[in-house]
């Protein structure tokens, strides 16, 4: 079975995979600090495309497509529409919290409490708030990259038609909308992934 995406926890003592597929589905791994042995924590497995490789799979996709239409003459990307990208991250959001719950039931939201139940009342509007500024985050992130980079365009060619906009054409191409299509969808696994590892980060 070979992992489709994979992507290391920012505080590095996870790794998740997503697999397509037969079996598929979404696994967590804890990482040894010192041997870097992996060692399974949880997987919500499934047969064929499971629906967690499917929404990234095609976030993926939609991100990336979404954001190459922006350099064809004329055309805007809907990514460069904070519409879109609110949509998108709306769903990414229920999506992930919807997986948690299948996987941990109503334990799930236990996470929000944090760890010292004299704290929890505090923590949980912390949690709450952390947790709601995540597809504001990821909304505004790639809604504020494609816009300034069609705003740039657009400025260099009202002073000239040919030279640097093609070059700023081509860094968007070569670097900008791969960068955002990879954050977008790696910040997507990151959160699946904690979804689905609740029971053991919290």
């Given at each position: 079975m070979q992992p489709a995406f994979f992507?290391?926890?920012?505080?590095?003592?996870?790794?998740?995979?997503?697999?397509?597929?037969?079996?598929?589905g979404i696994s967590s791994y804890a990482i040894?600090?010192?041997?870097?042995?992996?060692?399974?924590?949880?997987r919500v497995p499934s047969g064929g495309d499971e629906p967690?490789?499917?929404?990234?799979?095609?976030?993926a996709r939609f991100i990336l497509v979404a954001n190459y239409i922006g350099l064809f003459p004329?055309?805007?990307?809907?990514?460069?529409?904070?519409?879109?990208?609110?949509?998108?991250?709306?769903?990414?959001?229920?999506?992930?919290?919807?997986?948690?719950?299948?996987?941990?039931?109503?334990k799930y939201f236990k996470r929000f409490l944090g760890p010292i139940p004299i704290m929890a009342p505090m923590m949980f509007?912390?949690?709450?708030?952390?947790?709601?500024?995540?597809?504001?985050?990821?909304?505004?992130?790639?809604?504020?990259?494609?816009?300034?980079?069609?705003?740039?365009?657009?400025?260099?060619?009202?002073?000239?038609?040919?030279?640097?906009?093609?070059v700023w054409m081509l860094w968007d191409s070569l670097i900008t909308i791969p960068i955002q299509t990879f954050i977008f969808s790696l910040l997507t696994m990151v959160y699946l992934g904690g979804a689905i590892a609740a029971d053991d980060e919290h």
């Open positions: 992507v290391i926890h920012p505080d590095g003592r996870h790794l998740y995979t997503c697999n397509s597929g037969s079996p598929g040894d600090p010192k041997t870097a042995h992996l060692t399974l924590v949880n967690s490789y499917v929404c990234l799979d095609n976030t004329g055309m805007m990307a809907p990514t460069s529409n904070l519409n879109t990208t609110a949509a998108w991250a709306i769903v990414v959001f229920v999506f992930y919290e919807c997986v948690g719950v299948s996987r941990h039931g109503f509007i912390m949690e709450i708030i952390s947790e709601l500024a995540r597809p504001f985050s990821l909304a505004i992130r790639l809604f504020a990259n494609i816009m300034g980079g069609e705003m740039i365009i657009k400025l260099l060619f009202s002073f000239v038609a040919i030279g640097l906009p093609v």
